[in-house]
């Protein structure tokens, strides 16, 4: 919601690319959320409600603080710009947890290659469209995104090998505890079978 406060015509001109991606962003990301909470109960809905409301009201509170306080188009980008950076660098820096259980696991199974160069290429389109416009504001929270989605795939090609090794490793060993619960199974219906017998004769 900070990036549609930042393409409005009051505060940026000329942003209409903007405008539109986040107002289809937003309707997507709302989708998810009713369906999160159609399906959620107890502490879990409320949490996410408080959530929700929450950001709705510091967007408002910072639209309404700078529309009125701010009153030139540069104070008003350069202010909800700098706020913008910041959550967007904290968006692509979230997959950093991630990427430290990568290395600790040497196993990239909850990493998903797809999403690592979906936001690469995401990161790279907007720092493309960034350095057109030369707008500092978009091109270095996408530049860090950039980064980090590098360093994911390089992660993945890594640890690759490793994770197939792994979960080999895995499904043989499930492989395993299977048959010897058969090979158990089989054992106490013999024993069944022979008292049953004891008893008929």
């Not at 997959?95 to 979906?118: D, H």
């Not at 907007?126 to 390089?154: C, E, H, R, S």
């Amino acid at each position: 919601m900070m990036w549609l406060l930042y393409g409005l015509p009051a505060v940026t001109p000329h942003n209409m690319l903007i405008i539109t991606i986040n107002v289809i962003g937003i309707t997507i990301e709302l989708h998810y959320i009713a369906l999160f909470l159609a399906y959620s109960v107890g502490a879990a809905r409320r949490r996410v409600l408080l959530i929700l409301v929450a950001e709705v009201a510091f967007v408002a509170a910072v639209a309404e603080l700078v529309l009125n306080l701010a009153h030139t188009h540069t104070h008003r980008s350069m202010v909800v710009g700098i706020l913008c950076v910041f959550f967007e660098a904290g968006m692509y820096a979230a997959p950093l947890s991630v990427m430290k259980m990568v290395i600790q696991t040497k196993s990239v199974e909850y990493m998903p290659l797809f999403l690592s160069l979906a936001s690469l290429a995401c990161g790279i389109s907007w720092t493309a469209y960034a350095l057109i416009k030369f707008d500092i504001y978009i091109t270095i929270p996408n530049v860090l995104g950039v980064m980090f989605a590098v360093g994911q795939v390089i992660l993945y090609a890594i640890y690759y090998k490793s994770t197939q090794k792994i979960l080999e490793a895995r499904k043989g060993k499930a492989n395993q505890i299977s048959m010897a619960e058969v090979v158990i199974d089989g054992k106490n219906g013999n024993a069944t079978c022979s008292g049953a017998g004891n008893g008929h004769y």
